[in-house]
């Protein structure tokens, strides 16, 4: 194989394979908590209730990931760049407390989180 035919089959392997990736990650990621303001935060004996909004304009709310571990409710909160539903930045997220007694909830990053305390 030529040179030319070589650069050629790796441009085409490459670049669509670049443009995938990069147009998925635009879809739907874990947004870091420091981009994130929670006006609300409500937890009782049957939901939890958390209102907020991101601080950057870019992102969009796309939904939310849980997980429960020694009475502490981690909420990962997903966003996108693009949104084809028309959702905006601002988020009202209601959820059904079957995780029983909860005594602080946390938006976890990598470096930490936001918490209630």
Known sequence: MTTKKRKFVIAVVVIPIIFILGFLFMF???INPNTIFVSQ?????NSISI????TDS???????KLTYNDNTLYI?????LLSFNGSAGDFNISINN???NIIHTNIPSMAGGITDG
Do not use: D, E, L, Q
């Open 28 to 30: 739907t990621n874990i």
């Open 41 to 45: 935060c409500n937890v009782t004996n």
């Open 51 to 54: 209102k907020g909004a991101f």
């Open 58 to 64: 870019a992102n969009k709310y796309r939904g939310y």
């Open 76 to 80: 990962k909160i997903k966003g996108s």
């Open 98 to 100: 079957n995780f029983g």
